[in-house]
């Protein structure tokens, strides 16, 4: 595999995940593999669970992983091409790309939207630029409109915990005060709709998710129908789409309850706000499996980078 950007990187949905959980049972079997490889990660926002598990990942693989805070550390990067650069930014995307190329076997972005402008957020502007100035293979840690890193991840842990042949998923929205990107529901959508799951989204009005992603998903916003029979929830708040980047509901009725959920698996990519989001009671009950899922991002993460070191 050359670069992993999205959930269409996944040629077989199935295959993965089992390579993922053989992983997990043996995480040092390719200790050889990324021996002298050299990862770079690059932060144009915040992480807990990314920033590790990748460098776990690429531990586990016998790479050397090396970090940096690009927005808070660098020099402002220039993305635009034919810019007279007398802004803010001292540096062009073409080599800066290029000299990290020099320094890194592969490099992990990632770059939040902006969610003021869906066409330049829509256009993967910092992604795509490192996929076209870089010389190595590019992972995303997640971009403007996808967390396929997470969406590999849920796609595991869902059949970690799966009883039945096919279970209920359910993609929930729920409050926040905050406009919040859209990526890991649209990477969620995406790996949920390769899987033999039966998967709705619920939320409310003016918060459908791009419909080139949700295609015939079925969306509900009565979020009580969606959650009958459910065997997982899994929520995550979004900004509007249709509204774009606008914060147009923040109704406390939808955040997630045990009352609504009853004993179906909670489920959450994290990091995710108490008692706004959900409450106490589901995050502290047996029924959540959060700390699992989060401990899956590194299997998920090395699973991706071992393609990528088996193809070089
Ligand atoms: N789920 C996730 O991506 O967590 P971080 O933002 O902490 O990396």
Redesign the pocket.
Known sequence: MKHYTSINDINNINTWIEEAKALKENPLANIDLGKNKTLGLLFFN??????LSTQKAALNLGMNPIVMNVSGDAWGIEFGDGTIMNGNTAEHIKEAAAVVSQYCDVIAVRAFPGLTDKEKDESEHILNSFIEFASVPIVNM?SATG?PL?GLTDAITIVENTTKKKPKVVLSWAPHIKALPHA?ANSFTQVMQKMDVEFVITNPEGYNLNPEITKDTPIYHNQEEAFKNADFVYTKNWSSYEDYGKVINTDPNWMITKEKIGNAKFMH???VRRNVIVEDAVLDSDNSIVIQQANN?TYAAQLVLKKILEDF
């Open positions: 915040s992480s807990l669970r990314t920033r997640e967390h997470q890991v990519c994290l990091p991002r």
